[in-house]
């Protein structure tokens, strides 16, 4: 079992900043994989960020995040971030970390909500205008 703590989320007006953290616990060796999706109000879980463990390190930013989030990892602490600039009101929803216990098997696994197997409780992240 992986458990999964999400920390750093909350209020902030467009443009600003904020800077997401998961802590993973438990077997963190089958912690291949670590993403960050998000769920707004009334819409599916969609995939944000992955970082993958693998050397070199991996990792995948959706194109309605890019330039403005970047995902890291401390292997160390089995630590994933998202820092998150550039805030707008449509990044509004509940930010989930998660994890896969197997390496993807294919190229499209890093993005797929059901592949992934152990899951955050979630942190809210607000942006108004």
């Known amino acids: 079992q992986v458990q999964l703590v999400e920390s750093g989320g909350g209020s902030v007006q467009a443009g600003g900043s904020l800077r997401l953290s998961c802590a993973a616990s438990?077997?963190?060796?089958?912690?291949?994989?670590m993403g960050w999706f998000r769920q707004a109000p009334g819409k599916e879980r969609e995939f944000v960020a992955t970082?993958?463990?693998?050397?070199?390190?991996?990792?995948y930013v959706d194109s309605s995040v890019k330039g403005r989030f970047t995902i890291s990892g401390d292997n160390a602490k089995k630590t994933v971030y998202l820092e998150m600039n550039s805030l707008k009101p449509e990044d509004t929803a509940v930010y989930y970390c998660?994890?896969?216990?197997?390496?993807?098997?294919?190229?499209?696994?890093?993005?797929?909500?059901?592949?992934?197997?152990?899951w955050g409780q979630g942190t809210q992240v607000t942006v108004s205008s």
């Open positions: 998660a994890t896969r216990s197997s390496p993807p098997r294919r190229y499209r696994d890093y993005f797929n909500r059901d592949e992934y197997d152990y």
């Open positions: 438990g077997r963190t060796l089958s912690t291949y994989v």
């Open positions: 970082f993958s463990w693998s050397g070199p390190n991996t990792y």
